[in-house]
Structure formats: C-alpha cells, structure tokens
C-alpha cells in the first residue's frame, strides 16, 4: 500500500535520524529520543483483550491483548527515556495501554492510534509543522483493575481523562485549563470538570459545556 511509515515522515522532517528497532544502537546525552511503542496488528474476536489467541503468524503476532505494553516495549522506554535529555514516546495502538509507572520517564506521550499509511501525519505534529489538536475520545486508565472508566462514575480518576488533550495552537478556554492541570498548577476538580464539559459537547449540549468551561478560574 502507498504511503508513509512514522520513521519515513521522521526522516522527512529531520537529516540526523538513527533508527534502531530494540535501542541497541549507541545513545548520546543530547539525543532526542523518539520510541514508539504499542501493539502488534489484529482484528476483530482474536484481537479483544482475553479473548482466543490467533493461531497463526509469528510470535509476536499470537501475543496475549491485554492493556499492558509488551515487556519488550517496556524496556526501550526505560534504555532510551533513562538515557536522553528529551524523550518523546508514541504510542501505536486502537485502544489505551498502561504507561502509568513509567510516566516519570517521558517527556511527552502521544497517542497515535492507528495511523495506517498516514504516517507522516504524526512526524508534521512531532516537529511543528501542524497542531496537536486531538482529544481523547475514551478515558485513559491508570490500571486494569480500574476498567471501565468513564465519565460519570463515582470515582473518575483516570490517568488522562474523556476529553484530555495537549493544544499546541491557538489556544481556547479548555486548551489553557488542560494545560495548568498538566502542569499541576490546577486547583483540584478541574480534570473532571473538563471530561464533563467535553461530554456535554459530545451529546449536543454546548451551553452545558461552556458553562463548565466558564466555572475554569483560579
């Protein structure tokens, strides 16, 4: 199929690329580490978490779905976000994956779903070239004990709430709210009253969701 890997719009956009698929090539200090990480290809019925194995294909391809990044991935965030001064980790996947530990790690997590032959799409956002503009479009678990999460639940507590998202544009009332909780610098509530807001939007009621946005003030 025509198209563009990540790597191949990463090579676009920058001269000095070195590609290794587990980390083993050498890392400077000064580096900027990209590493992308998910899950490997399925389909529906064999790609549903604890649902039957597929029985073909490689190794890789027959792995347990679960939420949890293979240990493989897991290392190479550790080596390469353990060893540069920017780490970038990008997540390739159709649902969420638990990162919640290694958090402390990363500089900047993007969620790139599925990207299919787009990828240059992803590189445009990584150097500037376009905005970050997406939101979540679930909530984002911080543990697998903790599914389902979702708005409206007692305790709405996820890693990344309905609705969050880092805005690199022109930036709204959300956008700015989203950012001063990312920077802890939030009074508490305001994570949820984003998800709420977000999920007025998405039911039609955009009054609702402004009048949540308007309550947003130190």
Same mark, same amino acid.
């Given at each position: 199929?025509?198209?563009?890997?990540?790597? /191949?719009?990463?090579?676009?956009?920058?001269?000095?690329? #070195?590609?290794?698929?587990?980390?083993?090539?050498?890392?400077?200090?000064?580096?900027?580490?990209?590493?992308?990480?998910?899950? #490997?290809?399925?389909?529906?019925? =064999?790609?549903?978490?604890?649902?039957?194995?597929?029985?073909?294909?490689? !190794?890789? &391809?027959?792995?347990?779905?679960?939420?949890? +990044? &293979?240990? @493989?991935?897991?290392?190479?965030? /550790?080596?390469?976000?353990?060893?540069?001064?920017?780490?970038?980790?990008?997540?390739?996947?159709?649902?969420?994956?638990?990162?919640?530990?290694? +958090?402390?790690?990363?500089?900047?997590?993007?969620?790139? %779903?599925? *990207?299919?032959?787009?990828?240059?799409?992803?590189?445009?956002?990584?150097?500037?070239?376009?905005? =970050?503009?997406?939101?979540?479009?679930?909530? %984002?678990?911080?543990?697998?004990? &903790?599914?389902?999460?979702?708005?409206?639940?007692?305790? $709405?507590?996820?890693? =990344?709430? $309905?609705?969050?998202?880092?805005?690199?544009?022109?930036?709204?009332?959300?956008?700015?709210?989203? /950012?001063?909780?990312?920077?802890?610098?939030?009074?508490?509530?305001? &994570?949820?009253?984003?998800?709420?807001?977000? !999920?007025?939007?998405?039911?039609?009621?955009?009054?609702?969701?402004? @009048?949540?946005?308007?309550?947003? #003030? *130190?």
């Amino acid at each position: 199929m025509p198209g563009t890997t990540i790597l /191949d719009g990463i090579r676009a956009m920058a001269s000095d690329v #070195t590609f290794s698929a587990d980390a083993s090539a050498p890392i400077r200090a000064g580096d900027v580490g990209v590493v992308v990480v998910g899950e #490997t290809p399925y389909a529906e019925g =064999f790609g549903d978490v604890g649902g039957a194995p597929w029985k073909h294909g490689t !190794a890789e &391809q027959r792995e347990p779905k679960s939420l949890s +990044l &293979q240990p @493989s991935d897991r290392a190479v965030v /550790d080596k390469v976000c353990g060893a540069v001064s920017s780490c970038v980790v990008l997540i390739v996947s159709g649902r969420p994956q638990l990162i919640t530990d290694q +958090l402390g790690r990363i500089d900047a997590l993007v969620a790139s %779903w599925l *990207p299919g032959s787009e990828g240059a799409g992803v590189a445009d956002v990584l150097f500037g070239t376009k905005p =970050f503009t997406g939101r979540l479009p679930v909530s %984002w678990p911080r543990s697998a004990d &903790q599914v389902p999460v979702n708005v409206g639940d007692e305790t $709405y507590q996820p890693l =990344f709430p $309905y609705g969050w998202g880092l805005h690199t544009g022109v930036k709204d009332t959300r956008a700015v709210a989203v /950012d001063r909780v990312a920077a802890g610098a939030a009074p508490d509530g305001w &994570q949820s009253l984003i998800a709420d807001a977000e !999920a007025a939007t998405e039911s039609g009621d955009p009054a609702r969701a402004a @009048s949540l946005l308007s309550s947003l #003030t *130190p």
